[in-house]
């Protein structure tokens, strides 16, 4: 755990700005992105302040990514994307992050490369995205046994 990094602080205004909680996976929790231009878009964070993918065991890196397919499939099976992006950059907060990045045929930057801010900006009405939380939510426990 490091003091200053927004994804260890259980309340830290960075990271609430930009993302809510939805759930705990194995070793991971997933946070969904408010800015929505990419419909789905969520955050997947290592739940200790690993820095870099290479820091994890050939065993963490496997329960890791275990994670980020189990989340990637429940926004599959919501959002019925035609690809997702998966972005590891950690140039501003070097704790093990992925982002999630459904992207769909004719819509934003389809065959063009992800932003991470794409303008015009677009967020949910916060009921709206308690909605979309929920059905992660639901989605993820609903394949807790079988995946
Ligand atoms: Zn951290």
Not at 8 to 33: I, P, W
Not at 101 to 116: A, L, N, S
Request: net charge negative.
């Amino acid at each position: 755990m490091e003091e200053k990094c927004m994804y260890c602080q259980a309340e830290d205004e960075r990271r609430l700005e930009l993302m809510t909680k939805v759930a705990k996976l194995q070793v991971s929790t997933l946070h969904f992105y408010r800015e929505q231009s990419y419909p789905g878009r969520c955050v997947l964070v290592h739940g200790e302040h690993v820095q870099k993918l290479t820091d994890l065991t050939p065993e963490a890196y496997a329960v890791f990514f275990a994670d980020v397919a189990r989340a990637a499939q429940a926004l599959t099976e919501l959002y019925h994307p035609d690809k997702i992006n998966y972005l590891v950059l950690g140039d501003l907060c070097p704790h093990l992050h992925i982002h999630l990045v459904p992207k769909y045929e004719g819509r934003t930057d389809w065959g063009g490369i992800f932003q991470m801010m794409p303008e015009p900006r677009r967020y949910l009405e916060e009921a709206q995205e308690q909605v979309e939380i929920q059905r992660i939510r639901e989605k993820l426990e609903e394949m807790a046994n079988g995946f």
